[in-house]
């Protein structure tokens, strides 16, 4: 499980999530097991923790 420190960085990875990059530069959240739109980012750079799409590994998405 990710946790934040408090210290502008996480331990550990995100998991179930995948993040992708618009056309427009906007980053998003997507849940990996049912496909559905999650929260969209307003500042600058991606989300941090969470694998970009396609990642490489692939899970089952059950």
């Known amino acids: 499980m990710a946790k934040n420190t408090g210290n502008d960085f996480r331990r550990g990875a995100v998991t179930g999530r995948t993040q992708f990059q618009h056309d427009n530069g906007d980053w998003q959240k997507r849940d ?12 600058p750079g991606p989300f941090k ?14």
């Open 32 to 43: 990996e097991r049912t496909g559905q739109f999650m929260e969209k980012k307003s500042s």
């Open 49 to 62: 923790g969470v694998a970009k799409e396609p990642d490489g590994r692939d899970t089952n998405n059950s």
